[in-house]
Every structure is written in C-alpha cells, then in structure tokens.
C-alpha cells in the first residue's frame, strides 16, 4: 500500500527530496566558518520536521471539509485576517517591515498561510458560483476577498506577498472564463491604484528600490548593492561552481541574505550551473505533479484549488530567481522549499499536502 502511494505520488517526492536536499547542503555550507556553526541547517532540519507534520495532517484532512463546506475556508481566512490586523499593532519588525509575530524561540509570517486561505476561500466562492460569473457582482466580491489582505499586507509593507496574492486572483479569475471586458476593467483599476500606490502609498526604501532597479547605475554600492553582489555570485560560479565552502561572494559575505531571499544566488557559485539545472529539475517535476493533478481532477472545485497552488510556488520561484539574476527588483520572497525560514517553508508544505490529498481523492 506505502509502495503504491510512493509510485502514484513519486514526481511529488522525487521533487521535494532534491529540493530539501539542496537546502540543506546549502545552508551547511554556508554555515561552516561562521562561529554558529551549522546553525542554520539545524534549524532548517526541524522546521523541515515539522513541515511535514503540516503536510501530513492537510493530505489526511476530510476532503469534504474543503469541497463542501464554505465555514472551513471562511473561518481559516478570518483567523489570518485577524492575524494580519494584529500585526500591524505587536508585530515584529524586521528591515522595516512589520511581518512576523516573534514568540522568542520561533517566528510566524501570517502573509504565508493567508496566501493558502486566499485560494481556499477563492476557490470555494468560484465553484460554488460557476454559472454566474457573467455578474460583476460576483467579481466584485472575490475582489473584496483579495483586497482585505492585500492592504493589510501593504501597511508591514509586504509588496512581494501583494503581488502574489493578486496574481493567484487574477489567475482563478481567468480560468473561469473571465470575460475580456471585466479584466480589461480588472487591468485599469490596478493600473491606477498602482500609480496612486507608487506616488503616496509606498515607502521612500521600496519606491526607490523600483526606480533604481530601472537605473541601476543609479546606486551600485547602495540600493543596488544586493543585487550586484547576486549577479557576481552566479556569474563567477560557471558550470561546475567553486566548490561548496569556497565561494567568496557568500563566504566572505559580500553577498547579503545568502541563505534567504538570495540563497539561488549561493547555489549557482558554489555548485554552479550544474546545481542550478537540478534545482529546476526538482520544480519542473513539482509543476508536472500539479498539472497532472488538475487534468485528473473530477471537478473544478480541485482544478482550481490546484491551480491556486501551482500560481502560489510557481511566481514565488520565478520572483526569487528573477531578482537574483537582476531581471526584476528586490521585493524580498523566499525560494520556494530552499530558503531558510519556517513560515514559508510549513506553508510551502502545506500546499503540497493539499495537492496531494486532492489527488488520492
């Protein structure tokens, strides 16, 4: 019976063993000389431990209490909009942003697990009024459902997390068939409130992040700096890397967040190209797991669940990676399943332990 779960299910596993794996050996190589040693890859090493409780827990989850019931994914928004509230009056703040309720030993990153109930939620209301998506009433209302958290993630300010929360909306949207109308209206509205958002609404630090991003001769050892730093990594790594322990870039710490927001950046100097064509072998495998899913879906209730699933890791990755070879600005996510950080790692699992109790129902 476990052999045959192992078999049915093995892109997913596959992909998650070389995913993790690379975290790991990373955040042990980026740890030997400091005087903490290891102390990263230790703390990664539980919160992976304790991912896979959630994983497990969410793939044994009653399936009806996500398909058929409206309170479940009502009540798991609710309690991290509330969550999200709370921040803004006893979070953490970190690099100026307002984003982690610190409990001493242990941090929690509510915008993670908002991301999930958003695409619960989103999904339940579009299923359950699937033929009556011509309204723009209906719209509206999943406009609302996205907007909520949104603006409560803008006031941390979490840019990142807003960008993504909307593009697994939009997404949703779009594959119930939209109408070409309400997302050229959608696409107009963004536009503006983008620019009312860029001109009053973000900070001095993120709107000049985004400006130096389009100049980026502007500041190189400032606001660019990070990003400059990223690009010497990958560029120096070549084919076969440096070797692990010996990039100079992230060993020296000329690289900031190596083990975090840049840690793609560490994996292509010490392992190179190499390293980085198993890592994208790893999310490849993932992405075909989850459209194998939702072509085997039996209703559309799953289809887009996963959907919202694949959007979520998928722009996360395309977003990390992107800032670190200098294609978009520094918006601080997380590699998906990579970075070191447990919020965002149990969140990561626990999509997959969605798709996977979607898929063995």
């Not at 476990?2 to 794996?21: A, D, P, Q, V």
């Not at 919160?47 to 019931?69: G, I, S």
């Not at 579009?126 to 958290?149: Q, S």
């Not at 198993?278 to 799953?302: C, E, H, K, R, T």
Request: include cysteine; hydrophobic fraction near 55%; charge should be positive.
């Amino acid at each position: 019976m476990l052999k045959e779960y192992f078999l049915k299910n093995w892109k997913l596993f596959t992909s998650l063993l070389i995913l993790c794996s690379l975290s790991l050996l990373m955040l042990a190589s980026l740890s030997m000389n400091k005087t903490d040693k290891l102390d990263a890859f230790y703390r990664q090493l539980i919160f992976m431990l304790v991912a896979f409780v959630f994983l497990w827990f969410f793939a044994k989850l009653d399936y009806n209490l996500l398909k058929n019931h409206t309170s479940f994914s009502l009540i798991f928004y609710v309690v991290w909009l509330v969550m999200l509230v709370l921040l803004l009056i006893v979070g953490k703040t970190t690099r100026g942003i307002s984003g982690w309720f610190n409990f001493g030993f242990v941090s929690i990153q509510p915008v993670e697990f908002m991301k999930i109930a958003l695409i619960l939620l989103l999904s339940k209301f579009l299923y359950d009024k699937r033929a009556e998506m011509w309204n723009f009433i209906n719209v509206i209302k999943t406009g609302i459902f996205v907007g909520l958290p949104c603006v409560l993630a803008l006031l941390q300010p979490d840019l990142g997390s807003v960008i993504i929360m909307f593009l697994i909306w939009l997404m949703l949207l779009i594959f119930c068939d939209l109408k070409f109308k309400h997302l050229a209206l959608i696409l107009i509205i963004i536009f503006l409130i983008s620019f009312i958002g860029f001109k009053y609404v973000l900070r001095d630090y993120q709107r000049n992040r985004l400006i130096s991003f389009i100049n980026p001769n502007l500041d190189p050892t400032g606001l660019n700096y990070n990003q400059r730093q990223s690009v010497i990594a990958i560029g120096s790594g070549r084919f076969w890397g440096k070797g692990l322990g010996w990039g100079t870039q992230t060993q020296l710490q000329f690289l900031p967040e190596s083990k975090t927001d840049f840690i793609f950046a560490s994996i292509a100097e010490e392992l190179g190209m190499a390293g980085v064509m198993i890592l994208l072998i790893g999310f490849l495998l993932m992405f075909s797991y989850f459209w194998d899913v939702i072509a085997l879906a039996s209703n559309n209730f799953s289809k887009l669940v996963v959907i919202g699933m694949w959007v979520k890791v998928f722009v996360e990755m395309i977003i990390n990676i992107g800032v670190n070879i200098g294609f978009l600005p520094v918006i601080g996510i997380a590699l998906p399943f990579v970075s070191l950080g447990g919020s965002h790692l149990i969140a990561d699992f626990i999509v997959l332990g969605i798709v996977l109790n979607i898929n063995n129902r």
